[in-house]
């Protein structure tokens, strides 16, 4: 038989084996490689024949070829080794890894306020809003996530979007209740009781949208990441809490009255990490109450992701 003869047998025979045999993981790619099937092409003068057997690793020393052959969403791999009167030929194959983005997960941190950028001085007409910063928590419960890919052989660059609960605790400093005043502003009261604690919490809905990009290990575990977007919110709710402290002991006051936080928000974000280290950071870019009926306010959030779903 013709050497062309035999490469198109072969040939044939390798693909074949593709379509039979089915998809099995395999081990890091090294000088030693752990396979799952083993395909042996014996080959004489008039015709050849091929063996599918388990194997459970190869030694790829004196590899004569490694052929990477990507169909589809998976990439196959095939080593030949020649041996006295017979080629041995390992196929291995797994699913491209696919783009995965940091959003989905549980975070943590503080807020407070921009009066203008970058600029946490308050004015005079709002400082009854002055905060207790280490007291004034956030927490985002981020549950659902869409990552779309933006290279075809590459996963380290990408958008990521999603949804989650943000709520936000503004813990005051001062001894106000926050309050609307017959005029549709954003104000205060003082109390005559003694006030332990009041705060201001907001809930709302967010949608970002991140660019993503990751540097992976020398392992391809735990890669670096950083990621920058936008997000929009849409408000569920807001109350106001008042804890007031008297002889006869500890009295709450919920309000869910209208203060005028808005119902919309929107902002830009930053996330990066790396192994179990992840930080984040939002800035409104929209006020916290609507526009002239309350101080001219800008949160902001700084913390930690905890873990990632």
Request: net charge neutral; hydrophobic share 35%.
């Amino acid at each position: 038989m013709k050497a062309g003869n035999n490469n198109l047998i072969r040939i044939t025979l390798i693909f074949a084996a593709f379509l039979l045999s089915p998809a099995y993981n395999y081990g890091q790619v090294g000088l030693s490689k752990t396979i799952t099937r083993e395909i042996i092409i014996n080959e004489n003068p008039d015709n050849a024949t091929i063996e599918i057997s388990q194997a459970d690793s190869l030694e790829t020393n004196g590899i004569d070829t490694i052929t990477h052959v990507i169909i589809g969403r998976k990439e196959y791999e095939i080593i030949g080794v020649p041996e006295k009167g017979k080629m041995k030929i390992s196929v291995s194959h797994k699913p491209i890894d696919e783009f995965k983005g940091h959003w989905a997960g549980f975070d943590i941190g503080l807020s407070n306020f921009f009066s203008a950028p970058f600029d946490s001085s308050l004015p005079d007409e709002a400082m009854f809003m002055d905060l207790n910063g280490s007291k004034s928590v956030s927490v985002g419960i981020n549950l659902f996530q869409h990552s779309i890919g933006l290279q075809k052989t590459k996963e380290n660059l990408g958008l990521v979007t999603g949804l989650g609960l943000a709520i936000n605790n503004y813990r005051l400093a001062s001894d106000y209740v926050l309050i609307r005043d017959n005029q549709g502003f954003s104000s205060f009261t003082e109390s005559e009781r003694s006030i332990k604690k009041s705060k201001l919490t907001t809930s709302y809905l967010t949608v970002p949208l991140m660019l993503e990009g990751q540097i992976p290990s020398s392992k391809g575990h735990n890669p670096f990441f950083i990621s920058a977007g936008i997000y929009g919110s849409f408000k569920i709710g807001s109350h106001t809490k008042v804890v007031y402290d008297d002889k006869g002991g500890k009295e709450k006051e919920v309000s869910r009255d209208d203060i005028n936080v808005n119902s919309f928000k929107y902002g830009v974000s930053l996330r990066t990490g790396y192994g179990f280290i992840k930080l984040f950071a939002n800035y409104d870019l929209s006020r916290l109450f609507q526009k002239d009926q309350g101080p001219e306010l800008y949160p902001w959030t700084v913390g930690l992701s905890l873990f990632n779903f």
